[in-house]
């Protein structure tokens, strides 16, 4: 599949944008702290950045509201649904931490679950899909959910020595949640790499029981939308390479620096390594992004021989 950069900054900036969302909705971070604010407010931007970057993957931008009418059927129109009804628990927190310096236990609290909801149906537009086999499975929900939750709390962690809160409870609750986000997404990846396509020439031709299909001679000469979307290929060895990097930047490192803030306590260096957790864990996750849909194969291509 086509690795389109609007939809990789999409689910990666909403994704950590839910994720903080979702835990200042806990109420862990103190409402009369100035980063506390600052924190919805870059909540608010990752998310609504990230949807608007989606929207220029459409081949018409400025009919995208219409997606929302197909909420009964289409995981593209829940979440669209969902992403702005999050928007009104999300803003009413906002407002009475940015003015009135008090946490809201309701309006927190909804806008933790909507949070999940929406990201789950964000992981839900691809993982619905038989015709990418890699997508799915239930663990891109899983791998969806553990990774935003663990870009939520390591920008909390940051936020948290920036105003004085509960560093060492988030900085353990960020490595917890990324080890399991990334054992999540290294089973994801031993499933992609060990599956026997389930579509195959002989299957979507119906031509099986007669003997192996080869292709003669592509449908056309020219490249067309099909092609384009869903025919990128990448070298086995490149993508190696790659999950390497995603593991290591958006696992590793951040792991070992919040072991850092650990024993560093509240000072300059804790806060040096928090915001290169924070660099490196959404590197990690861009390059992770990348792979999801590099790696995937598009039950279509069988008709062009690949």
């Known amino acids: 599949m086509h690795p389109a950069p609007s939809i990789i900054f999409f689910t990666t900036a909403s994704g950590l944008g839910y994720g903080l969302a979702a835990v200042l909705g806990l109420g862990v971070l103190d409402p009369a702290s100035l980063s506390t604010g600052i924190a ?3 909540a608010l931007a990752l998310i609504s950045g990230g949807l608007l970057s989606s929207t220029l ?3 018409n931008p400025q009919r995208a509201w ?3 009418s197909q909420w009964r059927s289409s995981w593209l129109s829940r979440e669209g649904v969902m992403a702005i009804l999050t928007f009104i628990p999300l803003a009413i927190s906002a407002w009475a931490t940015l003015f009135d310096h008090a946490y809201l236990p309701i309006p927190g609290i909804i806008g933790t679950i909507l949070c999940a909801i929406t990201v789950y149906c964000t992981a839900m537009i691809y993982a619905s899909l038989k015709s990418v086999q890699a997508w799915n499975t239930r663990l891109t929900p899983v791998c969806y ?4 939750a663990a870009g939520g709390a390591v920008l909390a962690a940051f936020f948290a020595l920036c105003g004085g809160g509960p560093v060492r409870w988030l900085s353990l609750a960020a490595i917890v949640l990324i080890v399991a986000a990334w054992v999540a997404k290294l089973r994801w990846r ?6 026997k396509p389930l579509s195959t020439p002989e299957s979507a031709t119906g031509l099986g029981s007669i003997g192996s299909v080869a292709l003669l001679e592509r449908p056309h000469v020219t490249e067309n939308y099909l092609t384009r979307e869903m025919g990128f ?3 086995r060895k490149h993508a190696a390479k790659l999950a390497r990097i995603a593991f290591g930047l958006g696992g590793l490192v951040p792991v070992l620096l919040l072991i850092a803030v650990l024993f ?3 000072g300059t260096s804790a806060l040096l390594a928090s915001a290169l957790a924070i660099i490196a864990f959404a590197t990690g996750i861009l390059v992770e992004r990348w792979l999801f849909f590099a790696e995937a194969r598009h039950a279509v291509m069988n008709y062009y021989g690949q």
């Not at 959910?145 to 935003?148: D, G, Q, R, T, V």
């Open 145 to 148: 959910l553990l990774l935003a």
């Open 233 to 235: 290929r990448i070298a």
């Open 264 to 266: 560093t306590g509240q």
């Open 40 to 42: 919805y407010l870059l």
């Open 57 to 59: 993957h459409l081949g």
């Open 190 to 195: 031993e499933r992609l790499l060990a599956m």
């Open 66 to 68: 219409r997606a929302l």
